[in-house]
């Protein structure tokens, strides 16, 4: 049975053992590889099907019209025509390391989700992830991302955890109508504190990240840290979420590592 593989990246991608590593796994069948024939990624990916021996099929946008005008919408058309030329399509091999700055790749991702084709995001390993800022910043409990507490939906991992700190649905509804989650933050320190709250507070942690990496393209980002040591690595002596100036328990580390082993596993 031939196996359809489409295979998308940034533009700057330069690691070739990343890449072999999935691509080589289809050695000894037959392979169609499609790309979309950009720098970076797909050239690489062009490079290495031949190398193995795929067939190779080569799908470049049209970037300017008849009139040399540049066609800002060509990428996402590209995409779409190749998932509708090859419905045979059964995997996708992502690679980049910053998939929510990405424009191309995030689109395609998103295409190959809503037809449920298998995926993975990769990106260049680390042996740890140190703060969760830049790169990583999807791993900020500040992230927006849509979360539920007790049937109300938050902005945000830190607007929800700042409200399950109180049992006062008016303190709730005014920690729900702050934009910003460092806002929140503060705001979360006036609030009448529930009793039970050092009892529960790890648990309903997990679960807001539970949540948050339910998510399309969270879990794929969270997955493409692999095997890597997450730490809150932080300058505002926080030691028990994370880790300040090397000392530190590192609880969110530890339960975005924990959520990352439930979300693979869930994968397979």
Request: hydrophobic share 35%; net charge neutral.
């Amino acid at each position: 049975m031939t196996i359809y593989v489409v295979v998308t990246g940034d533009r700057v991608w330069d690691d070739v053992d990343t890449m072999i590593e999935p691509l080589s796994s289809y050695v000894g069948q037959d392979v169609v590889l499609i790309e979309g024939e950009c720098q970076g990624a797909d050239l690489m990916a062009r490079a290495i099907g031949e190398e193995l021996g795929f067939i190779v099929e080569h799908r470049p946008a049209r970037w300017r019209d008849e009139n040399g005008s540049f066609r800002k919408w060509a990428g996402p058309e590209r995409n779409q025509l190749m998932l509708d030329e090859f419905p045979q399509i059964s995997v996708c091999h992502a690679f980049h390391n910053d998939i929510f700055s990405s424009k191309g790749t995030k689109d395609m991702l998103k295409r190959v989700i809503s037809k449920n084709i298998t995926r993975t995001l990769w990106a260049t390993p680390k042996t740890s992830v140190q703060g969760f800022h830049g790169k990583h910043k999807y791993l900020s409990n500040f992230t927006a991302v849509p979360v539920t507490l007790d049937g109300e939906t938050y902005t945000s991992v830190e607007h929800a955890y700042q409200a399950a700190k109180t049992l006062d649905l008016t303190q709730r509804a005014d920690i729900k109508k702050q934009k910003l989650a460092k806002d929140v933050k503060r705001f979360g320190k006036t609030v009448d504190k529930r009793k039970d709250w050092d009892d529960v507070k790890v648990e309903i942690m997990h679960n807001l990240l539970r949540e948050k990496f339910s998510q399309d393209l969270f879990n794929d980002a969270l997955l493409s840290t692999r095997n890597a040591e997450l730490v809150e690595a932080n300058y505002w002596n926080d030691t028990f979420w994370g880790v300040y100036n090397g000392k530190g328990q590192n609880v969110l580390g530890r339960l975005l590592m924990d959520v990352r082993e439930e979300v693979r596993s869930a994968r397979h």
